[in-house]
């Protein structure tokens, strides 16, 4: 139970004492029924709350914003023309109104963040937010690669250009190098292009770290909410 006054500022339609004013006025309507009483309380989940001859007053709708561990060759779009899964079907019916943000390829795997926080969409896809991925590709990176993709490259429809690039190991067995890269980039992309430019393709990408989220302990196809 909550307070009628309350109720409609937390709405926003208005202040708690122009709330007052509105309730002595015979002019905010409970269920379809006029009330002047200042300590009116209601149920919010069941109450009806309108303004007489105008709006109902309802309190903001909470926003939600997930991390699901996207699998590798899910695409971020709910139906695709190669009919190749939707990251739709890895989350329950009751999230499917969420939006992903930011870009993140079919092949990328790893955190990527769902939301339906405009404002926060539109914050993390245009602001210089920093992405951490592991990558590993095909072969061994020399120092002269490595410093190449420490300056940044041109490539033929964008630039590759990272806020740091690590070796982290090297698998002779495999023939395998893993990196770290960390990237303000929105899209995963440019890191495709440039390991392919170096003849080194990329092989697994995962992004651990998006802003202040972080993937954290979750396993493939998993998600929780932030």
Do not use: W
């Not at 023309?81 to 870009?103: C, E, F, R, V, W």
């Not at 080194?200 to 993937?215: A, C, D, N, S, T």
Request: charged share 30%; net charge positive; proline share 4%.
């Amino acid at each position: 139970m909550i307070r009628l006054n309350k109720f409609i500022a937390e709405s926003g339609y208005c202040s708690r004492r122009k709330a007052d004013e509105l309730i002595a006025q015979g002019k905010i309507l409970v269920n379809s029924v006029p009330t002047k009483e200042l300590g009116t309380k209601i149920d919010q989940d069941v109450d009806e709350i309108r303004i007489k001859n105008g709006p109902k007053i309802s309190l903001p709708k909470e926003k939600t914003t997930i991390i699901l561990y996207k699998s590798k060759n899910y695409v971020c779009t709910k139906t695709d023309p190669n009919d190749n899964p939707s990251i739709y079907a890895m989350i329950p019916k009751g999230l499917q109104h969420l939006q992903p943000i930011g870009g993140f390829d079919r092949e990328s795997e790893g955190l990527l963040l769902m939301t339906d926080d405009h404002d926060l969409k539109a914050r993390l896809e245009h602001d210089r937010i920093s992405r951490e991925y592991q990558v590993t590709v095909r072969g061994k990176i020399d120092e002269k690669q490595l410093k190449t993709l420490q300056k940044g490259m041109y490539l033929r429809d964008n630039v590759a250009k990272f806020t740091s690039v690590k070796v982290i190991s090297y698998n002779t067995k495999d023939e395998r190098t893993l990196l770290e890269i960390i990237s303000t980039d929105n899209k995963t992309q440019p890191i495709y292009d440039a390991f392919v430019v170096l003849k080194r393709p990329v092989k697994k990408l995962i992004r651990l770290v998006f802003g202040e989220y972080k993937l954290g302990s979750l396993n493939v196809g998993e998600f929780k909410i932030v």
